[in-house]
């Protein structure tokens, strides 16, 4: 009999579970893929409906996991197996080398003298980092990573030769740990929907159309750009931007479900677009607009700038126009007629997918679309959180890891 | 949008028509959420009053005059690129599929006749009528001991003259019916198309505008997820011209001898004779353009594009065996069994009625309806049309 919890995920959700329920006295085991906590959150430009930048919530929630000797995280890690049953499960953590240990202060001048480069991830591709990086600004924890699929590892070492705390280890391996928790909480949360099995909306033959979630990087101070709104092409201002809603969502072909966050997404990212170029002209092609309870007042809001059109159709078709433009094309359904707009930056509220479709969760019960289940019968003790539950937003997604840290405490002592 | 208080819109629904629309193939009219996704992806769909959401809407709620009265529902060539983009399984293209298989009930010259190729339950009646004309027309003019007279010859049999007695009628009953379907439906989409545009070209010019697109398969050449049809269709309909040609120029070529206008050639001919050639060519093509047909709708390749139904499998086997018992009447007559030949003609010309004598009550005339509405688009400046009617606004 165990009352440990194990939180596979170290997203928003995973962070609210693990930090709730260690406030409740448990040992908790936080595990998370990348080499940083905070999950897509962390790559958030602004929050919707107030504006406000995550990284406000993510540093107190980073707080709470450091002041807490009940957490114990692990990053760049995965759990590869969970044996046993509810009380009494085991699992095996497998963290793969960082190259870097706990003497980084993440000075950077490794980064200056490495001659490697790659895309880098947190900003979905739209920028490159070194083969050492600093995952990104704010990173929890603060230490670079090296990436060995590209590194040049010890026939270079130019990064061993400048760093002057001894932080760099080419030779560190892989570790396992075992833990035992008497339950799991599944926090695995999502990816955005790959927009280029959408073969007429022209992601990635067509420059100029990005998704959402490089929209949130374009925007964010931290991002490839600085902070600027600009084409995809040659970097020059935007003065037309469409946002194409259901992008793969409510789509038979692609994800049947409502991904439920896209429309204030996209409401919030017409902000941006306004916000930096008063000029500007957004159109947003939807299905329907979804704004539930109160975020009808920022739908109202947004309604309100006459700039900022909302026009009832989906897009069907997106075709490459004169000097790199995109030209989007739906049925005004309201208006009347088809609707051509050439635009600077076409932006597709792509859905989430969750991310257990696409990986190994032991014992957890999965429906046909990927999310996980609570099921008392077929999966008990092993209780999902966040968007591995269903396509929520940050709100939902935290209230719903609440939830999880209490029902992962009852699994735990009753069983 | 004016502030004063217009008199409301009485929508009146016609369930019964909805109903109908499900069982002729359109069942799942009802999934569409009204995304407009189709009017865009389809590549035929003109700009200002676009198909076929709005053929959708009104389907779903049951306005049936407006649909039977939109030429659009036959613009439309059920290539499925709609259906295979359809967020919502909705497939417009069978729902307007289904609409098209009504229309041939509805405009029917002869609405008794309309009735009776609408369901497979007069099929027996159908096939009655031919069977009991053709074997009277054996029974009084065939010559003597055909059956054992060597070489084989079908005119023996069925001489041109009383073949003629037969056809000719059919044809020309074929022919006024389809006249006067042609004419309720000129009207009805005259004044029922979305749009208002006024027609602003000359008729005749529309007309060769639109042969020659349909030469050319110009519409079907657009189409992206049924691409194959192109082809098929293309040899069916070129296959079944040259067949038609073929044996008018037969008919024409014995009443050229019969009235001793000047002498040529007398059936069966060589196999060399152009017109032979032209006919067998033309036998090769139909029937393999319709193989392919068969083969894609029937071969369960799991297509979520083709929607079949009673119209399509009714007009698909009546031109699928009338070609295969033609092709089979030549190659028994030249294998020389004569009772197998003379049985497989028999069976041929059955079938050559019921093809011709029903064409516009079956789904035969879609080349009728097809290229009037075609030949509507083609007179009226599109690019004027505006759409007035709330009902396709939501």
Redesign the interface.
């Known amino acids: 009999m165990n009352d440990s919890i194990l939180v596979i995920g170290g997203g928003i959700g995973g962070m609210t579970a693990a930090i709730e329920a260690a406030e409740c006295g448990r040992q908790v085991y936080l595990v998370e893929r990348e080499p940083w906590l905070g999950g897509r959150v962390a790559r958030m430009n602004k929050y919707f409906p107030k504006l406000c930048p995550p990284y406000c919530g993510l540093e107190i929630n980073f707080r709470r996991i450091r002041a807490n000797p009940n957490i114990r995280f692990f990053t760049s890690s995965q759990v590869v197996s969970i044996s046993g049953k509810p009380g009494d499960f085991v699992a095996v953590i497998k963290t793969d080398p960082r190259y870097v240990n706990q003497k980084c202060v993440a000075c950077d001048d490794c980064v200056k003298v490495c001659p490697v480069s790659r895309p880098d991830r947190f900003n979905y591709g739209m920028s490159q980092t070194g083969a050492i990086y600093l995952p990104h600004q704010m990173a929890m924890p603060a230490r670079h990573v090296i990436d060995m699929d590209v590194c040049e590892g010890s026939s270079c070492g130019e990064c061993v030769k400048v760093c002057k705390y001894d932080a760099i280890e080419l030779d560190m391996e892989d570790s396992e740990t075992t833990v035992e928790a008497g339950s799991v909480v599944y926090a695995t949360g999502w990816k955005p929907y790959d927009a280029s099995k959408i073969a007429?909306l022209g992601y990635g033959k067509i420059d100029n159309v990005i998704s959402n979630v490089e929209m949130e990087r374009l925007a964010a101070v931290n991002g490839p750009t600085s902070g600027g709104i600009t084409r995809r092409d040659n970097g020059e201002p935007v003065r037309t931007v469409a946002f194409v809603q259901?992008a793969g969502s409510?789509?038979?072909?692609?994800l049947p479900y409502c991904s439920s966050i896209c429309c204030l997404a996209s409401l919030k990212q017409a902000r941006y677009v306004r916000d930096q170029y008063p000029d500007s002209e957004v159109y947003i092609f939807y299905?329907?607009l979804r704004a539930p309870g109160k975020y009808e007042s920022f739908y109202n809001k947004v309604k309100a700038d006459p700039n900022i059109h909302l026009v009832?159709?989906?897009?069907?078709?997106i075709d490459p126009g004169e000097g790199g433009a995109a030209i989007v094309?739906?049925?005004d359904?309201?208006?009347?007629?088809?609707m051509r707009v050439s635009c600077d930056l076409v932006v597709l509220a792509t859905g989430m997918e969750p991310t257990a479709k696409s990986c190994d969760v032991p014992m957890a019960s999965v429906d046909g679309e990927g999310f996980i289940a609570q099921n008392n019968q077929s999966a008990p003790g092993v209780i999902p959180a966040g968007v591995a539950a269903g396509p929520f937003d940050v709100t939902t997604s935290i209230q719903s890891a609440t939830g999880a840290a209490l029902k992962a405490i009852q699994a735990a002592a009753t069983r | 949008m004016t502030d004063k208080v217009e008199s409301p819109d009485v929508i009146e629904p016609d369930m019964a028509f909805v109903r109908r629309i499900m069982e002729n193939g359109g069942h799942t009219l009802k999934k569409c959420f009204q995304c407009g996704n189709c009017s865009v992806v389809c590549e035929i769909s003109p700009d200002n009053v676009p198909f076929p959401r709005k053929e959708m809407v009104w389907a779903q709620w049951g306005l049936k005059d407006k649909l039977l009265a939109n030429a659009d529902i036959w613009i439309c060539h059920g290539c499925g690129d709609c259906t295979a983009h359809c967020p919502c399984g909705a497939k417009p293209a069978d729902v307007l599929a289904a609409v098209r298989n009504i229309s041939f009930s509805k405009y029917a010259g002869v609405e008794a006749m309309g009735r009776m190729l609408s369901s497979p339950s007069y099929l027996p009646v159908l096939f009655l009528v031919p069977a009991i004309l053709i074997t009277a027309m054996i029974f009084f003019a065939s010559k003597p001991g055909f059956m054992s007279a060597n070489p084989i010859v079908f005119s023996n049999m069925a001489p041109v003259h009383a073949i003629d007695m037969v056809f000719v009628p059919a044809v020309l009953f074929a022919a006024v019916s389809a006249m006067l379907g042609i004419k309720k439906f000129w009207t009805a989409i005259a004044k029922g198309s979305p749009g208002g545009a006024r027609i602003s070209s000359g008729l005749g010019k529309a007309a060769a505008v639109t042969a020659l697109g349909i030469l050319k398969h110009e519409k079907l050449g657009k189409c992206v997820t049924n691409a194959p049809r192109f082809l098929s269709h293309l040899m069916t309909m070129y296959g079944f011209l040259a067949l038609t040609a073929t044996t008018s120029l037969v008919a024409v070529m014995y009443w050229i001898n019969k009235l001793a206008i000047a002498e040529v050639a007398t059936t069966p001919l060589l196999l060399l004779h152009p017109v032979k050639i032209l006919g067998n060519l033309g036998a090769l093509a139909a029937v393999t353009g319709v193989t392919l047909i068969v083969a894609r709708r029937y071969g369960g390749s799991g297509e979520k594009t083709d929607g079949t139904g009673y119209y399509d499998s009714h007009f698909i086997f009546i031109l699928y065996g009338t070609i295969l018992t033609g092709i089979l009447s030549e190659l028994f007559r030249l294998a020389d069994v004569a009772a197998v030949a003379f049985w497989t003609y028999y069976v041929h010309l059955v079938l050559v009625f019921t093809l011709l004598a029903y064409a516009p009550f079956s789904k035969f005339a879609h080349m009728i309806y097809r290229f009037v509405a075609m030949m509507y688009a083609n007179s009226v400046d599109r690019a004027k049309e505006r759409i007035d009617d709330k009902t396709v606004r939501l």
């Open positions: 007429n259901c409510r789509d038979e072909n692609h299905i329907d009832k159709g989906k897009v069907g078709r094309t739906a049925e359904i309201l208006g009347g007629g088809k």
